[in-house]
């Protein structure tokens, strides 16, 4: 993997990353909201999976 593998999927995450506030602000706001209230706990977990999820892709498509 070289500089620009890495700036591809830097530049791939904004784009999904912007793709709600972009569409749906209201929503995105509300959903900030919500998040802001659950426990750290929880939001930690989420976190966690997220990651594994993401390593288990890139292990099997490497």
Do not use: H, Q
């Not at 593998?5 to 509300?30: H, Q, R, S, V, Y």
Request: aromatic share 10%.
């Amino acid at each position: 993997m070289d500089g620009k593998d890495f700036l591809t999927a830097i530049a791939l995450l904004l784009i999904f990353e912007g793709l709600m506030p972009f569409a749906n602000p209201e929503k995105w706001k509300e959903m900030i909201r919500s998040i802001a209230e659950v426990e750290v706990s929880k939001i930690r977990l989420f976190g966690l999976m997220s990651m594994c999820a993401g390593l288990m892709l890139l292990y099997s498509i490497g």
